[in-house]
């Protein structure tokens, strides 16, 4: 099953340059993505397996 990687913020899919995805930094086990726009406007992202929040 291919998953697509969407922005944890606003959920937009995640095929543009400049957007990022990471493990989350508290339990590792979700990747997080976030898009471009809302990397440059700081919008705050959780993750959704353990509820951790980041700037
Ligand atoms: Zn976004
Ligand atoms: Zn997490």
Redesign the pocket.
């Known amino acids: 099953m291919r998953q697509e990687k969407r922005?944890?913020?606003?959920?937009?899919v995640l095929k543009q340059r400049g957007a990022t995805s990471f493990p989350c930094p508290n339990c590792g086990e979700v990747t997080l993505?976030?898009?471009?726009?809302?990397?440059d406007q700081g919008?705050a992202y959780a993750c959704p397996a353990c509820g951790f929040r980041g700037p």
């Open positions: 922005c944890v913020s606003c959920g937009l993505g976030r898009c471009r726009r809302c990397r919008v």
